[in-house]
T-cell receptor
């Protein structure tokens, strides 16, 4: 199956700093990628849809200025958590569609803000 | 609005016993339905999916699911559970506009007793 890779797998940052998470489709091109957030022992919540070459579409309640998404190429989307605070600590997962049959998920990034 | 309900937050079964995880959805049209499994700190792996056709769907690892339109359900089953099946299971429905943009249920955590 298609492979989606996220980097880093985990990151610890200081409060007030920014963190960038990368999501790559390794063996296919993805015009659309999706970013999800998962709090401990909770479900995945869709944050935004990342569109190659255009602005991301954010779900209601997600701060677009805090969670910057860039999809500059057909194989890479990045999520930058700006001015991170402890409440932003979470598990972030991306997905990319391939062949319009299913979404392939990255392995996730555990963000801890101290 | 589309939604997915997984009524059971936590289920414990004995190894070798049968398993059924419940999933109900709310969606106006014919839904695209998925079951994913997540091990701790990991991404999601697709177990099976339903788009159309035969309402009994076979997946990986011996799992199957049955789509019942009259009950708006897509329950996951396995005849004999293995200890390695212990994980979090998520039911999901694809939102209109794409197979890859998903709404997830709250998840069911499966524990397996030896």
């Amino acid at each position: 199956g298609a492979v989606v890779s996220q980097h880093p797998s985990w990151v610890i940052c200081k409060s007030g700093t920014s963190v960038k998470i990368e999501c790559r489709s390794l063996d296919f091109q993805a015009t659309t990628m999706f970013w999800y957030r998962q709090f401990p022992k909770q479900s995945l919540m869709l944050m935004a849809t990342s569109n190659e070459g255009s602005k991301a579409t954010y779900e209601q309640g997600v701060e677009k200025d805090k969670f910057l998404i860039n999809h500059a190429s057909l194989t890479l989307s990045t999520l930058t958590v700006t001015s991170a605070h402890p409440e932003d600590s979470s598990f972030y997962i991306c997905s990319a569609g391939h062949g319009n049959t299913e979404a392939f998920f990255g392995q996730g990034t555990r963000l801890t803000v101290v | 609005a589309q939604s997915v309900t997984q009524p059971d937050i936590h289920i414990t079964v004995s190894e070798g016993a049968s398993l059924e995880l419940r999933c109900n959805y709310s969606y106006g049209a014919t839904p695209y339905l998925f079951w994913y499994v997540q091990s701790p700190g990991q991404g999601l792996q697709l177990l099976l999916k339903y788009f159309s056709g035969d309402t009994l769907v076979q997946g990986i690892k011996g799992f199957e699911a049955e789509f019942k339109r009259s009950q708006s359900s897509f329950n996951l089953r396995k005849p004999s559970v293995h200890w390695s099946d212990a994980a979090e299971y998520f039911c999901a429905v694809a939102l209109s506009g794409g197979y890859n943009k998903l709404i997830f249920g709250a998840g069911t955590r499966l524990a397996v007793h030896p």
